[in-house]
């Protein structure tokens, strides 16, 4: 079952807006991973964020992230036709089992 | 560095069939975990190996199993083919369990009729 859900499901900008995704989990987890997927292909890994950091800045991606509300923010600046893909969000509870996907975020980059 | 490579990538098999599908690690890597992508339920954890142990277990029937070798490569089986079987699965590889990065393989596109 999936341990959170992604807002919003798709998502459609220009080329050189910015995207925001939000992701929402529900257990205490360890940290919090972003992944691309291009196409139905394998999943590359992006960005993570541990539980005990609020923000982390990767070029043009921005992640936030509170554990108060159980949520976590994906955000790419100046966004590019190349990143037209699905972004899901991943989480490592502390419970130990392995990573736990959002249904992710189908996002569209028109030029 | 080669990446995390699966064989095959495309099967079709008919309901009732086995399937086993090989996931060789990233060079060093002795962590291997398996997730199941479909459009209705996600992507879903399978199982993790950790030198040649199942160290984890997602809520998966019987009729899904590993292993692990001593190289570190991987195989999954899945028996009794189901239509709902259908998937990606993917294989992804990290040094240890502890590590927080996987890194994914391409994953091997199922097709049950």
């Known amino acids: 079952s999936q341990q959170g859900e992604e807002d919003p499901q798709a998502l459609s900008i220009q080329e050189g807006e910015n995207a925001t995704m939000n992701c929402s989990y529900k257990t205490s987890i360890n940290n919090l991973q972003w992944y691309r997927q291009n196409s139905g292909r394998g999943l590359v890994h992006l960005i993570l964020?541990?539980?005990?950091?609020r923000e982390k800045h990767s070029g043009r991606l921005r992640v936030t992230l509170d554990t108060s509300k159980k949520s976590s923010s994906l955000l790419i600046t100046a966004s590019r036709a190349a990143d037209t893909a699905s972004y899901f969000c991943a989480t490592e509870e502390t419970s130990g089992s392995r990573l736990t996907f959002g249904e992710g975020t189908q996002l569209t980059v028109n030029p | 560095k080669a990446g995390v490579t699966q064989t095959p990538r495309y099967l079709i098999k008919t309901r009732g069939q086995q399937v086993t599908l090989s996931c060789s690690p990233i060079?060093?890597?002795?962590?291997v975990s398996w997730y199941q992508q479909t459009p209705g339920q996600g992507l879903q954890f399978l199982f993790e190996y950790f030198s040649e142990t199942q160290r984890n277990k997602g809520n998966f029937p019987g009729r899904f199993s590993g292993r692990q070798f001593s190289n570190s490569r991987s195989e999954m089986n899945v028996s009794t083919l189901e239509l709902g079987d259908s998937a990606l699965y993917l294989c992804?590889?990290?040094?240890?369990?502890?590590?927080?990065?996987?890194?994914f393989g391409p994953g091997t596109r199922l097709l049950v009729l």
């Open positions: 060079s060093g890597h002795r962590s």
């Open positions: 992804a590889s990290s040094f240890t369990p502890l590590e927080e990065t996987q890194y």
């Open positions: 964020i541990r539980s005990n950091e």
